[in-house]
């Protein structure tokens, strides 16, 4: 073959100094991944040193967490309905039936943010927090946000109220909810992830998260009416977020033969389902005030008697 003549000259090329030097990858020929050249090296056992340290502050961090949880007394598994504990009236006209104290799901102990509209106020949360009060600390910290320029009474009354009382008992388990006040229309949300912003919209679906938050007997899920209870809930929740008055209407008609001629939906005890429909109508009880019949604002009377609406 023809000789070439090469392409490029030999270049000197300088290099940089501000890196640290690397040891070479190779000494007398033998590799430094070979097991019996690098057992001896001053560097392999000071790692070796390091990985052990590490791996007893795991063990340490480890026993530290395990006597964590003996010590408030969490449990891996879920709640179980258990043969002995009937479901409290939580839902749509149940039977009376004695309820079983079981100790608050220690999981769902986490902080949320509520984003609310001073026209539509989430009296749902105040009902909980006063239903709550010997069993949970729902503890509530209002802020407006600079979409709202001024809060209007109604408002500012309900912010006193959830922020003037607080359970006499001591170490309750404590749920912290920042209430901010913002305009955000009757779509209230409430976030769960400051990191992942995928929030629960509608009041009535953040009382569906919160009623597996708190004691168990306030579950509406482990009733065995809980089908006819979602109903109830998403009727509140068209309620409140049908923007047409003709059409919020015929959803207060709904809801009223779903209540039929019974003072509420949950028996003699305050149901979840009786906290949203008196919060929705409440809300949209300007617009509809001709058309809330009377066993219906019984209802709203009896509520409002009991949680302080």
Known sequence: MYDLKPILKPVHVELPTCMYPMKPVIQHGVAMADQSSTEDLPEIQALAVKQEKILKQLAELREQLVSMRTDLKVCNKPAQPSAQTAPAKTGAKS??????????????????????????????????????????????????????????????????????????????????????WKNVGTYTEMITSPTAYVPICGEVNILRFLSR??????????????????????????????????????????????????????????????????SAIKQVQKALAKDINPNVAKLIGRVSAVVGF
């Open 213 to 278: 938050c708190g004691p168990s007997e306030f579950n509406y899920e482990r009733n065995d009416d809980v089908a006819e209870v979602d109903s109830i809930l998403d009727t509140c929740y068209q309620l409140i977020n049908k923007q047409n008055v003709k059409d919020k209407k015929q959803v207060l008609k709904t809801l009223s033969s779903k209540l039929g001629k019974t003072p509420s939906f949950g028996g003699s005890d305050v149901s979840l389902c009786d906290i949203a429909a008196t």
């Open 95 to 180: 039977k009376p039936q004695t309820t079983k104290v079981e100790p608050i799901n220690a999981s769902y102990l986490q902080d949320f943010v509520v984003n609310a509209s001073p026209e539509n106020i989430p009296y749902g949360l105040l009902a909980l927090k006063k239903l709550w009060i010997d069993r949970l600390n729902l503890q509530v910290e209002c802020f407006t946000h600079s979409t709202i320029p001024k809060l209007n009474e109604e408002a500012v009354h309900f912010q006193n109220q959830i922020t003037s009382f607080e359970p006499k008992l001591e170490n309750l388990p404590r749920i912290l909810v920042t209430l901010i």
